[in-house]
């Protein structure tokens, strides 16, 4: 039995922070973002609003798209890594802020692979028919961790959450297969370095700033630009299809110069190639949900297509999902 999307759904916080906002904190310039990194702007929680609130708005619109009751839900997998507190989880808060009364859920640590790791956790709960209806969210306040005085990391990413709710497929099409890794030795590349057991929280991480991600972005470049393009390429191939049997490449968007190597090697037109680093930079692991929302409320894809999505994140770690798109 196959697992399938059954719905999609996504929440982006109102307030903008465009390049030539950054002009103004750090030495940077639109020029250089947007052929950098294909960014023009992002969106950011405003203050007091956190992962949560953002991951409930979309569980919200997943049950309400799908008509599924609250009490429906079986499991909800939260993919972060900004949950609103280390202990208990986003998943708990969203459990509750739903009132959702018969089901369990965890969060998931994958970074940009976060939702895609959610998602086949998810796909395989409901293969084994215990489960027949998870929620599978993938949300990012960025900006918790974000040092905006560093011009390395805060002009690439934004806050956001988008979501898919899984059923059973009664029609044969959803998760047509998968390829997952990791790999720590990347590890260094990509961290925020304070506040877990190894550096608690003290005046010392403090004032080395350790509550920030860090990141050597040619390292992370080079490791990105080699492991999206290996794995999209592979999980075609394995299937028997190549870039022209793919209706749409959902990549995570990271950069639009990783994604633009990405589908020139599988083979994937521009114009097949969903886009929106440009309004809302990184948003980790809810770049992908926030696609399938788009490309689906935009009517890009429909019933049938075959859709390809693929990421690479700090770990590192990478994934990419191969789905029919359909019930
Ligand atoms: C971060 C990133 C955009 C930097 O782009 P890059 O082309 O590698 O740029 P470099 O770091 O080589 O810097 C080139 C020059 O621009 C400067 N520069 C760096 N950041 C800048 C900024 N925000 N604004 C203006 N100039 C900047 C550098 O100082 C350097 O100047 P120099 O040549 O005088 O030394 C790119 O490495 C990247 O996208 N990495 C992957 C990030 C990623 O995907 N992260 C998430 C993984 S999920």
């Known amino acids: 039995m196959k697992s399938t999307i059954t719905a999609t759904a996504k929440y982006l916080p109102k ?17 250089w973002i947007r052929t950098r990194t294909g960014i023009e702007t992002r969106h950011l929680v405003e203050e007091g609003q956190a992962s949560a609130d953002m991951a409930t708005k979309v569980a919200k619109i997943l049950l309400e798209r799908s008509n599924t009751s609250k009490d429906e839900i079986d499991v909800i997998i939260i993919a972060t890594v900004t949950p609103d507190t280390m202990f208990p989880s986003t998943a708990a808060r969203v459990q509750h802020n739903l009132d959702a009364q018969n089901c369990w859920g965890f969060d998931l640590s994958g970074a940009c692979t976060g939702f895609v790791y959610a998602l086949e956790t998810g796909a395989k709960f409901v293969e084994s028919s215990k489960y027949k209806k998870v929620m599978v969210i993938g949300v990012d306040t960025m900006s918790s961790i974000i040092d905006y005085t560093d011009r390395n990391t805060c002009i690439l990413f934004g806050d956001g959450a988008g979501g898919v709710l899984l059923e059973p497929s009664t029609q044969n099409n959803g998760i047509v297969d998968s390829i997952l890794g990791i790999d720590g030795a990347g590890g260094d590349a990509l961290i925020m370095p304070g506040g877990g057991s190894i550096d608690p929280a003290s005046n010392e991480t ?13 390292t992370v470049f080079k490791y990105a630009v080699k492991g999206m393009a290996d794995i999209s390429s592979k999980i075609l191939k394995r299937n028997g299809f190549t870039g022209d049997d793919v209706k749409l490449f959902i990549p995570h968007q990271a950069n639009k110069r990783i994604i633009d190597a990405t589908a020139k090697r599988c083979g994937i037109p521009d114009e097949r190639v969903l886009i ?52």
């Open 276 to 327: 929106n680093i440009d309004k809302y930079g990184n948003t980790t692991a809810a770049t992908i949900p926030i696609g399938m929302d788009e490309a689906v409320t935009d009517g890009i894809i429909k019933d049938g297509d075959l859709v390809l999505t693929s990421t690479f994140g700090a770990g590192f770690t990478w994934g990419s999902v191969l789905i029919r798109w359909g019930k």
């Open 206 to 218: 403090l004032e080395k700033k350790m509550h920030y991600v860090r990141q050597d972005g040619k």
């Open 15 to 31: 307030r903008i922070l465009s390049n030539f906002d950054l002009e103004k904190m750090v030495d940077t310039n639109d020029e």
